[in-house]
């Protein structure tokens, strides 16, 4: 079993005095691992990267996303709406925008949101809907918000889509992915179909 610590010892390695490490515990935010006879405090020393972790300040991160470059007036909507929502309730926020694809895992923003989850840095995940995040799988990243004590806030849980909404938008995105790789062979063929099949989708939608 490792040495336990005196509370000037467990403070020094926090980088705090023994008054703060005292006051922590009364706020039940620092407990000791036991107390002697004499009333002295003892910490284990491998409780202390978790006491630190408690700690530290947690933040709440509004995230944004759109597919494509044609959508970004809707992304400083998005912006907007998050901003105001969490200015509201008093939330000091990180705002963090992605521009790219609901079935791309590797976008910069949601990579960062991924790192922050699992170090337990962020309190509350806000976003406009659930599919901001992914088009597919949002429901593992929820997991992990879960797991690691994150709060999710969804602005627009109520507006649900129909399923014939969720297909169309789903097709959209697909669409929108196999596009951009399409649109790089400089193709008028190519070109003309995914416009077509675009109008396709979007007057399905209207007839919903």
Known sequence: M???????EAA????????TLRRWEREGKAIPSIRTKGGQRRFNPQDIPNIRRSLKKRLTVAY??????????????QEKMLEMFCS???????????????????????????QLILNREIDRLVL?????LLRFG??????LCEENEVEVVLMNQGSELSFEEELAADVLEIITVFSARLYGARSRKNKHLIDNLKKAVDASRQGN
């Open 128 to 132: 406009t809907h659930k599919d901001r």
């Open 2 to 8: 490792s040495k336990l610590l005196t509370i000037h």
């Open 138 to 143: 949002s429901e593992l990243i929820f997991s």
């Open 88 to 114: 509201s309730h008093g939330w000091t926020y990180k705002l963090v925008s992605d521009l790219g694809s609901g079935m791309n895992y590797h976008k910069k923003g949601l990579r960062t949101i991924l």
């Open 12 to 19: 020094s390695l926090m980088g705090v005095s023994a008054q």
């Open 64 to 77: 944004a996303r759109v597919s494509s470059h044609d959508q970004k007036e809707d992304l400083i909507r």
